[in-house]
């Protein structure tokens, strides 16, 4: 059985790996603000799934593989850099439109298949990952205790992605000057920029 000191350790480690800023929580902050919760939640159930798909492959072997071909990890990140400057560029460029002066980034926001898939070119969700199950996962019944991990570190980023997509939607209304709207989307492609920092020092 996984010791409860352990399970704490772990979920610590999740909680704050999950509610500090990212490429994924950035996106969610800017989703929330152009669209509101409630179209945001496909995104937000995107992360969430991917994640635990994402922990669960390596912690399953695949993570075995990164380390025994270290450049599949460099070109990772060369991905996931190009893939997030793209967002950036769409964030920057994005007008405002609609009804009330509400912006909009690009057609629509991302959905759950799209917000799925970026977790796996993500290299923020490869670090933490690999990080944590190679800390927390015991030897013996390995299987067992890797589902048990990606299903807890699932529930944790749950939350995290709602409070920061509720913070979005909670700023809609100040943004419903068209000049502010621009201003926002702006910071936040210069957010989604910075967040690439960790991956390249």
Known sequence: MLSADLLLAFSLFALAASITPGPNNTMLLASGAAFGFRRTLPHMLGVASGFFLTVLSIGLGLGAVFRSFPELYVWLRYLGTAYLLYLAWRMAASTPSGSGGQGRIGAGPL?????????????KSWTMAVAALSAYTPTDNHLAYVVILSSVWTLIVLPCVALWTGCGSLIRPVLDDPSRRR???????????????????
Do not use: K
Request: net charge positive.
């Open 111 to 123: 959905g759950f298949l799209d917000a799925a898939a970026f977790q796996w070119i993500n290299p």
């Open 183 to 201: 201003r926002f989307n702006r910071a936040m492609a210069l957010l989604l920029v910075a967040s690439l920092y960790p991956m390249w020092r």
